[in-house]
Nanobody, 124 residues
Framework: QLQAYGGGLVQSGGSLRLSCAAS????????MAWFRRAPGKEREFVAA????????YYADSVKGRFTISRDNAKNTVYLQMNSLKPEDTAIYYC???????????????????WGQGTQVTVSS
């Protein structure tokens, strides 16, 4: 029900925009997020957007470089990634939850719906 795409290979300092399209149901008014898993590491929080889209949250490692946004008409959430670094290399996953909570949006366990992931590779 969540399809993530837009990953690829980019040089350090470059940009990519990831998209996560929902199908089968609408997630427009629910919290959504991006997580990533680097080789040999656990899945970690990247960014989240609240169910009213009034608040965004970011991991310290991406703050100022990444921007999460959503287009409710398209039932899609985006992750604009600028100034990419080799340490951003990972599989990126989008996630959604059918709740109206603004708490714990950085926890893997908060989300019930996950996309399949899209690979982002940043070369030095």
């Amino acid at each position: 029900q969540l399809q993530a795409y837009g990953g690829g290979l980019v040089q350090s300092g470059g940009s990519l925009r990831l998209s996560c399209a929902a199908s089968g149901r609408t997630f427009s008014n629910y919290p959504m997020a991006w997580f990533r898993r680097a080789p040999g590491k656990e899945r970690e929080f990247v960014a989240a957007i609240s169910w009213r889209s009034t608040t965004t949250y970011y991991a310290d490692s991406v703050k100022g470089r990444f921007t999460i946004s959503r287009d409710n008409a398209k039932n899609t959430v985006y992750l604009q990634m600028n100034s990419l670094k080799p340490e951003d290399t990972a599989i990126y996953y989008c996630a959604a939850d059918l709740s109206y909570s603004d708490y714990d949006l950085d926890r893997v366990g908060f989300y019930d719906y996950w996309g399949q992931g899209t690979q982002v590779t940043v070369s030095s």
